[in-house]
């Protein structure tokens, strides 16, 4: 079985896709960051780093250093998909990422995209 397309994209190519998302509601690079940060565990020199490096989708998520157990409580429809009904694999891990930085397009508040009581 063949892996997903988006699993061997550089990284990179997926976050100025996902900033370009954001900007466009006149949101920031710094919000998707956070983001990102929150999720993956990653500081912000790392994150720096998988963006110029080269790093495929997949292995930024297989060597995130520490996964948010909060992430789990991330629910709704992606790319027409449940993403709480998924089984767990990167691809599930790719659906939270892009639900949040969906919802930060759509104007949500950090703390609420965290899943954290306002």
């Known amino acids: 079985m063949t892996k997903p397309k988006i699993y061997t994209i550089a990284f990179g190519k997926v976050y100025d896709l996902l900033i370009k998302k954001v900007e466009k509601k006149h949101r920031s690079k710094e919000e998707v960051d956070k983001i990102i940060k929150w999720m993956t565990g990653y500081s912000q020199s790392e994150l720096n780093d998988k963006v110029e490096d080269g790093t495929d989708y997949e292995t930024f998520i297989n060597e995130a250093p520490n996964l948010n157990p909060d992430r789990t409580k991330i629910t ?42 306002l």
């Open 76 to 117: 709704g429809m992606i790319c027409g998909v449940r993403v709480e009904d998924m089984d767990a694999s990167i691809m599930k891990e790719i659906r939270y990422l892009d639900k949040m930085v969906d919802e930060l397009a759509k104007g949500q508040v950090l703390e609420k995209i965290f899943r954290q009581k």
